[in-house]
């Protein structure tokens, strides 16, 4: 109701270098807080805010066998569940395309970044390793979902333990001192494309004026580990360009919060 | 012999003992058990004679007659338009109601309201949840081209508003902005100047934000003047 | 008394007493209402949205708004990882957590439409439908739903043969227990939910729902205080 003629007058202000809520193009919300460890039962937990949008992301550690083409590596799994209480627009059932896209763009952020090292993961070869699951859920949707996400995964495996191995068996419940074998911080950055202007962490608003987003995952180094172009309309190689450098300051800022938070 | 248990302006919770006795009157918000006046819903108390009331605080916009509220057409039909009022049922708007000019049957009603228009526009029928009826004739009641719409907790209109539509004045003569506050929680404004709107579109959310603490028009006062006082820097 | 001194149980608490409790108001904002509620290690988030049209339009009932209610719990919550999604359990909680809100909830006047309530379990250590059920009927006043009373839940039950309040999982699990959820409307006592599983004397399952009506009590204490706290400031204008 409330976005109707919202695009235009969105548009009119961007012209003008402000945003509906106040923010510059490229400012994040504030404040992110991000909490480490909020469910005990997880063998790594997290609560991440960006203004109001909330999610919460859980690890469950199992062992199992590996894959056939990755016989002495780990096993790691991404989910994500838009929970109909967290926005009108969401509906019980199962993970629907937005919430695929979704869990796809986290989970290869971390895999191709090589966040974890999937070889320590590996108990015997081509036989048991360990399985990872990451599932995250949304707690409120304000927008930006898959920055949250990404936070909250990549800050829920930074501090995460295995549990207690015995006999091959997981002991659940049970856990150990030993964090998983993080080697690199992959943080991801969402511009969303509203006009011929980018501007980051978009609210509701904003993204349901927006003709296209693309979110980007960049390592320590600044070296592009995923990516992925989303919305229906396209953008230009300048467009890259633009948006690259905007993406490497606040991937910076992101990173800084997770190292704080998730020691 | 009655006893009030509770006093004005108090926030109550479902359930909670009003009063006791019969010499206490259930009004909205309340009903009657046995010899007890409890609270049917989450709100505010208020008080006159024997009359007591529980005023609510929150939840959703539920349409009543004679509120004017900010719709969207959705739907144009033989003899009207649909209308969405932010209520789980759409509004109906008919011909005769539409405009003060005799529409006629053959016309194209498109050309007075098409899909996407945004009115302003008065319940004069309720019948249960599915069936309202809006006119558009009556003061202030148009279409509202162009500005932008905020979408506000509808319990919160009347501080929005305030005592004889003072807060709302202020925050017009302040920003230069045309606003209609509907009742239904939807908010139109329109002004020439963004940086203008946006500190009319910031007073509203900050008066929505605050609409229960204290002092509230000296601190929008101050907050419209400030901003004013920044921006006139620049 | 003396022999609530002498209770082992795994925190120490008394037979009578319930864990430390925490709630909080207005947690959700996309939603109409919204709250959490802690009972130890539990921890329950409910949010209402509504009254809203009911799709499909047959369900729609032209006499009365009707209540719909969806319990889960996050994958990870429990030591054993939950496959997300629905399952039979969560399927009958949702149920019971319905037919547990529903006698306070009063939808007469919005025929046609539907109030949903979701209810997602974050940390459970037993008592989590209890928990779901504190938190949304918080949330239904939060959201402004017409109510004669709040919900208030609490599991009682049997532990080494004796009557005790607010079971955790560890007490639960031990062989021989049984353990009673109940909901209960505080100031008719009227019960919404009551559930057994276990093996109880007559005299023991009237024992048990008099210690979980106190629970309750207190409980409904904790709910309205945390309501009256998101909108105390009111009073001062």
Known sequence: MNNLDMREYIINLLEHGHRIDGRKLDELRKPIEIK??????????????????????????????????????????????????????????????????????????????????????????????WMIFLDLYTINDDGNLIDACALAAISALKTAVFPVLEKDKVKFGEFTKNKLPITKIPVTCTLTKIGPHFIVDANTKEEKASDARISICLIENNNICAMQKGGGSGIEIDDLKKVFSIVKDKTKELRSLVTTAAK | MSNLMVEEKDV???????????????????????????????????????????????????????????GKVVDIG????????????????????????????????????????????????????????????????????????????????????????????????????????????????????????????????????????????????????????????? | ?????????????????????????????????????????????????????LFPGFMQNP????????????????????????SRRGVEISLVTKNALGPAVNLDQFANTVVDIFIIITQADAGTRCAGITAASMALADAGIPMKDLVSAVSVGKVNGRIALDLVKEEEDLDGTTD????????????????????????????????????????????KEALKEKYKEIKNE
């Open chain 1, 36 to 129: 480490v460890n909020v469910s005990k039962n997880a063998e790594g937990s997290s609560n991440v805010k960006i203004g109001s949008t909330e999610v919460m992301a859980g690890i469950k550690m199992a062992v199992g066998e590996p894959f056939a083409d990755s016989p002495d590596q780990g096993v790691l799994m991404v989910g994500v569940e838009l929970l109909p209480l967290s926005s009108p627009e969401f509906e019980s059932g199962p993970p629907d395309e937005w919430a695929t896209e979704m869990a796809r763009v986290v989970d290869r952020g971390i895999r191709e970044s090589k966040m974890i090292d999937m070889k320590k993961l590996c108990i015997r070869e081509g036989e048991l390793v």
């Open chain 2, 12 to 70: 109550v919770v479902p359930g909670e003992i009003l009063a006791q006795g019969m010499d206490f009157v259930p009004a909205q918000g309340c009903l009657r058990e046995n010899d007890k006046i409890i609270a049917s819903q989450l709100g505010l108390v208020n008080l006159s004679g024997r009359l007591i009331k529980v005023i609510q605080l929150s939840g959703r916009y539920i349409p009543k007659k004679g509120d004017v509220v900010i």
């Open chain 3, 1 to 53: 008394m003396a022999q609530a001194k002498k209770t082992e149980r795994p925190d120490g608490r008394k037979l009578n007493e319930t864990r430390e409790m925490e709630a909080k108001v207005g947690i959700i904002k996309r939603a109409d209402g919204s709250a959490m509620f802690r009972m130890g290690k539990t921890i329950a988030y409910a949010a209402v949205y509504g009254p809203r049209e």
């Open chain 2, 78 to 234: 033989f003899s009207g338009w649909r209308v969405d009022i932010s209520w789980a049922f759409e509004a109906n708007l008919s011909m005769k109601e539409a405009s003060s000019d005799f529409i006629d049957k053959k016309t194209d009603l498109t050309q007075y309201y098409t899909y996407g228009d945004i009115i302003a526009a008065q319940i004069t029928y309720i019948f249960g949840s599915k069936i309202i009826d809006l006119t558009m004739k009556g003061p202030g009641l148009r279409k509202l081209k162009g500005g932008r719409i905020i979408s506000i907790t509808p319990s919160k209109v009347p501080r929005v508003i305030g005592k004889q539509g003072s807060m709302i004045s202020m925050i017009k003569e302040k920003t230069g902005c045309r606003i209609i506050v509907g009742q239904n929680g939807l908010v139109w404004i329109q002004g020439d100047d963004s940086e203008k709107m946006l500190l009319a579109v910031d007073t509203i959310y900050k008066i929505e934000e605050e609409a229960h603490l204290s002092g509230l028009t000296d601190r929008i006062k101050s907050f419209l003047e400030d901003r004013n006082g920044s921006s006139k820097k620049n």
């Open chain 3, 180 to 223: 009673i959820p109940c909901a209960i409307m505080s100031r008719n006592n009227e019960i919404t939910l009551l559930q057994l599983d276990g093996d109880i004397s007559e005299a023991e399952l009237i024992e048990a729902v008099e210690l979980a009506k106190e629970g309750c009590h207190k409980i409904y204490e904790i709910q």
């Open chain 3, 63 to 86: 006499e009365k708004g009707i209540l719909r209610c969806n319990y889960d719990m996050m994958s990870f919550s429990v030591t054993e990882r939950k496959r997300p999604g629905p």
